[in-house]
T-cell receptor, first 112, second 114 residues
Framework: QKEVEQNSGPLSVPEGAIASLNCTYS??????FFWYRQYSGKSPELIMF????GDKEDGRFTAQLNKASQYVSLLIRDSQPSDSATYLC????????????FGSGTKLNVKP | KAGVTQTPRYLIKTRGQQVTLSCSPI?????VSWYQQTPGQGLQFLFE???????NKGNFPGRFSGRQFSNSRSEMNVSTLELGDSALYLC?????????????FGPGTRLTVT
C-alpha cells in the first residue's frame, strides 16, 4: 500500500514566523512530489513541485526533498494569515502515469 | 486562459440513483484525472484519462466509471448511489508530461446522497 503521511495538525505559527510542513512517503518508486494549498470549501491549488534531492525555492516557499529518507517538506517564510489553509502533499509515480497519492493534509493556522 | 470547469457545482441525489458529472479541462490539456475528497479519507484518486483512454484507475468499485471525449472533456458516472458516495468530486487537468508536471484542479462538484 503506497502511502503519503502528513501530520494533520493544526500547526499554529505567529505571523512573520517560518512554518514547516512535513511529509513522508512509503514508495521508493515515487519520483516527483507536489505541495497543494486548499482553503476551506475550495479546491486544491498547486504551490510547487520538486523531483530532485535538495531545496527548491519559489518566493516565500521552499520545498525540500530527501529521497534517501523518503521525506519532503515545505517551508513558508514570513507566514501571513492568508497562508492559513490545509496543505496537501502528493507523490507521483513516474512509471505510473498521472497517478497521484495524496496525504491527508496539514492544517496551518497563522495567527496575527 | 480559462481554468478547469466542472458542472454541476452542487447535486443532491437519493440512494440507488445514478449521477453524471462533467469536467472541461484547461485548453490544450489532454489529461484529466478525477478524485473523491471526503473528510475521513482525504483526496483519493479515481481514474485518469488521456486521449480518450483510461490509463489509470484507483481502488473504487465498478459503480464508478468515466470517459473522455475527443475534445478532452470528461465525464464520470456513479451508478446505484450509496450514502458513502457523498463527497466533493474534483477533476484535474494537466499537459501530461512524462516527468514532473503540473496538475490544476477544478472547483469540484459537491454530491450529497440522501
Amino acid at each position: 500500500q503506497k502511502e503519503v503521511e502528513q501530520n494533520s495538525g493544526p500547526l499554529s505559527v505567529p505571523e512573520g514566523a517560518i512554518a514547516s510542513l512535513n511529509c513522508t512517503y512509503s514508495d521508493r518508486g515515487s519520483q516527483s512530489f507536489f505541495w497543494y494549498r486548499q482553503y476551506s470549501g475550495k479546491s486544491p491549488e498547486l504551490i510547487m513541485f520538486i523531483y530532485s534531492n535538495g531545496d527548491k525555492e519559489d518566493g516565500r516557499f521552499t520545498a525540500q526533498l530527501n529521497k534517501a529518507s523518503q521525506y519532503v517538506s515545505l517551508l513558508i517564510r514570513d507566514s501571513q494569515p492568508s497562508d492559513s489553509a490545509t496543505y496537501l502533499c502528493a507523490a507521483l509515480e513516474v512509471y505510473n502515469f498521472n497517478k497521484f497519492y495524496f496525504g491527508s493534509g496539514t492544517k496551518l493556522n497563522v495567527k496575527p | 486562459k480559462a481554468g478547469v470547469t466542472q458542472t454541476p457545482r452542487y447535486l443532491i441525489k437519493t440512494r440507488g440513483q445514478q449521477v453524471t458529472l462533467s469536467c472541461s479541462p484547461i485548453s490544450g490539456h489532454r489529461s484529466v484525472s478525477w478524485y473523491q475528497q471526503t473528510p475521513g479519507q482525504g483526496l483519493q484518486f479515481l481514474f485518469e484519462y488521456f486521449s480518450e483512454t483510461q490509463r489509470n484507475k484507483g481502488n473504487f468499485p465498478g459503480r464508478f466509471s468515466g470517459r473522455q471525449f475527443s475534445n478532452s472533456r470528461s465525464e464520470m458516472n456513479v451508478s446505484t448511489l450509496e450514502l458513502g458516495d457523498s463527497a466533493l468530486y474534483l477533476c484535474a487537468s494537466s499537459l501530461s508530461a512524462r516527468a514532473a508536471y503540473e496538475q490544476y484542479f477544478g472547483p469540484g462538484t459537491r454530491l450529497t446522497v440522501t
